[in-house]
């Protein structure tokens, strides 16, 4: 599974690339709107993100007509060959994956909460479907459940659309992303922290540092 990073924080970015276990970044407009350099052109970030970060890189349209997001998706496209062009699950949203797809842009269809909506997106050819699921936990629905059901009908077809797990809310999310096979699971910073953390790794490590500093040796 790869995995991304869900933010717009060019630190946070630079340092879980520096970790060497980051294939990608996806960014949404509220992500943006987040950061203290708001003020910043969003094209720039885009830029500033795809020289950072070797892998898909991804930017969201803020238009809703299906013209306008041509528009917009090919203006995203053009910033770096690994721009994938997010775009949200309509009518007209879909109308465009199908549109920029023929162009050779490659789409990440966002906002994704029902099997049927995912189904959709990879009929009209999109390179990403982005179910949500921490959102559909809060609203009392099982988010894991749908990228199960996702993963069948895909599997069931030979779609080749991947699926890319979002709004992940803690580390359990991220395991049952693996398990149930899905291609990517973007993460927010304080999550891909938490995978690397365990007390029993810290106190065994403590453990091991101590009793080695009791035989005052070096490793030359
Ligand atoms: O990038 C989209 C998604 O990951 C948003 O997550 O936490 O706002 O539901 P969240």
């Not at 203290?36 to 969003?42: A, M, N, R, T």
């Not at 979002?166 to 398990?179: E, L």
């Amino acid at each position: 599974m790869k995995i991304f990073i869900d933010t717009a924080n060019i630190d946070e970015i630079r340092q879980a690339n520096d970790w060497g276990i980051l294939d990608g970044v996806t960014t949404n407009p509220s992500l943006v709107a987040k950061e203290k350099d708001k003020g910043k052109d969003f094209k720039a970030i885009v830029k500033e993100i795809c020289e950072i970060v070797h892998g898909d890189i991804s930017a969201e349209v803020v238009a809703t007509k299906y013209e306008d997001i041509l528009h917009e998706g090919r203006i995203l496209a053009k910033i770096h060959k690994n721009v994938v062009v997010k775009v949200p699950l309509t009518p007209d949203g879909l109308k465009a994956v199908k549109t920029l797809k023929a162009e050779g842009i490659r789409t990440n269809v966002t906002l994704c909460f029902s099997a049927n909506q995912a189904l959709l997106a990879a009929k009209a050819g999109a390179y990403i479907i982005s179910p949500f699921i921490g959102r559909l936990d809060d609203a009392g629905h099982d988010g894991i459940e749908l990228v199960e059901e996702i993963r069948e009908i895909y599997d069931n077809y030979e779609f080749e659309t991947k699926i890319l797990v979002a709004s992940i809310r803690n580390p359990v999310h991220v395991k049952q992303a693996a398990m149930i096979g899905a291609d990517i699971a973007t993460i927010p910073f304080k999550v891909i922290e938490q995978l690397y953390r365990h007390p029993l790794t810290d106190a065994g490590l403590k453990q091991f540092l101590d009793d080695w500093a009791k035989l005052g040796q070096q490793i030359k």
